[in-house]
């Protein structure tokens, strides 16, 4: 336990340094790809290959120790689970990712994290955080698992109005006004976050709230990206539109 602590206390520390290192270099894939970072890999690949730990791994951990597991967390597999068989098996096919790439580091980079994420939630909430049947009955578990929904809901409704969005204005990108568009430029990032938290919450775990800080210094400072790339695209784009916060930044 002592040793699984001192880990996370170092992985925070990690997922700290990124979130200033990304306010300085923001990843090239998606509309801010740019060359000059080696190999390219078709980016609906490259999605497939980085995300896959989440459910393969996953999914591999929970089978093993099913014997050791009880509903509460196989409540927490299965809304794992959820989200992460849409980010990677659904999404990269729904949305338009047929000509563009990504730099093959980038992908095995989110490959390598991913594999230490789902090792640092199974660790963390099957072997040292205790639940009862009674989990489900708790405030704490149905507060979380609202939010994760919501989260999820916005994330993914987001995505499919701006599909929606190119399939009648065509291809390439445009200044979406719908929904949370209006009001902040990466509305899929901040449902992805409330997502986490939900998870952080409903599983009550340190390891939860650990991946909740790296969520945050991923998707904070891309949002910021985001934003800014919009502002210079496009001269008319609402200069009262925030980041990812709707009001704040």
Do not use: C
Not at 81 to 89: A, V
Not at 141 to 147: D, K, T
Not at 162 to 174: E, N
Not at 205 to 224: E, H, K
Request: proline share 4%; net charge positive; aromatic share 20%.
């Amino acid at each position: 336990m002592v040793l699984f602590n001192t880990f996370l206390v170092m992985w925070v520390l990690v997922a700290i340094g990124t979130f200033f290192y990304l306010f300085k270099t923001t990843a090239p894939y998606g509309r801010h790809e740019t060359s000059g970072w080696g190999v390219q890999i078709s980016a609906r690949l490259g999605w497939i290959l980085m995300e896959s730990p989440s459910v393969i791994l996953m999914f591999l951990l929970g089978w093993f120790m099913r014997d050791s597991l009880n509903v509460i967390h196989e409540t927490f597999l299965m809304i794992w689970l959820m989200h992460y068989i849409h980010r990677t098996f659904i999404y990269p096919f729904w949305m338009d990712m047929t000509t563009k790439t990504m730099p093959i580091t980038i992908a095995l980079s989110a490959f390598g994290f991913n594999i230490i994420n789902v090792l640092v939630q199974a660790i963390g909430i099957y072997f040292f955080t205790e639940y009862t049947e009674s989990w489900y009955e708790t405030y704490v578990f149905q507060l979380g698992l609202v939010l994760f929904i919501i989260g999820m809901f916005i994330n993914i409704y987001s995505d499919f109005l701006i599909l929606k969005m190119k399939k009648v204005k065509g291809p390439g990108y445009h200044i979406p006004n719908s929904f949370l568009h209006r009001y902040i430029s990466s509305p899929n990032y901040f449902g992805e976050i409330i997502e986490w938290l939900g998870w952080a919450i409903l599983t009550w775990s340190i390891s939860g709230f650990v991946f909740l800080i790296w969520t945050f210094a991923n998707l904070f400072p891309r949002a910021i990206s985001n934003h800014k790339w919009y502002q210079m695209k496009f001269e008319n784009y609402p200069k009262d539109r925030k980041a990812i916060i709707p009001k704040v930044v």
